[in-house]
Nanobody, 127 residues
Framework: QVQLVESGGGLVQAGGSLRLSCAASGRTFSSYAMGWFRQAPGKEREFVAAISSSGGSTSYADSVKGRFTISRDNGKNTVYLQMNSLKPEDTAVYYC????????????????????WGQGTQVTVSS
């Protein structure tokens, strides 16, 4: 069982930055692929970014590419989402997710791929 706890959300002006963190319990974090998803009011949850268990492979939604960076520190059991040049349309609840990886380089894009989810952290970007 893996428990995920997100932090770092808040209110920021457009153009600003935030760094989200997701701390995972357990001693096998380095064997888990991780992802970030978000859900805006009235919309479906969508993929934002993902990282392989080794950290060597990453992928991003087109809407955040070039502005967001996903990274992980396996020694701290934590995955991060650095968000720069934030826009009002980035406003959402952000969730991290985890699943056991089949290979050290595999990226997972779909909600159904993930087994464990955090409770989410609110990000609000004002115009």
């Amino acid at each position: 069982q893996v428990q995920l706890v997100e932090s770092g959300g808040g209110l920021v002006q457009a153009g600003g930055s935030l760094r989200l963190s997701c701390a995972a319990s357990g001693r096998t974090f380095s064997s888990y692929a991780m992802g970030w998803f978000r859900q805006a009011p009235g919309k479906e949850r969508e993929f934002v970014a993902a990282i392989s268990s080794s950290g060597g492979s990453t992928s991003y939604a087109d809407s955040v590419k070039g502005r967001f960076t996903i990274s992980r520190d396996n020694g701290k059991n934590t995955v991060y989402l650095q968000m720069n040049s934030l826009k009002p349309e980035d406003t959402a609840v952000y969730y991290c997710a985890a699943r056991p990886a089949t290979t050290y380089s595999t990226i997972y894009y779909y909600m159904s791929h993930y087994k464990y989810w955090g409770q989410g952290t609110q990000v609000t970007v004002s115009s």
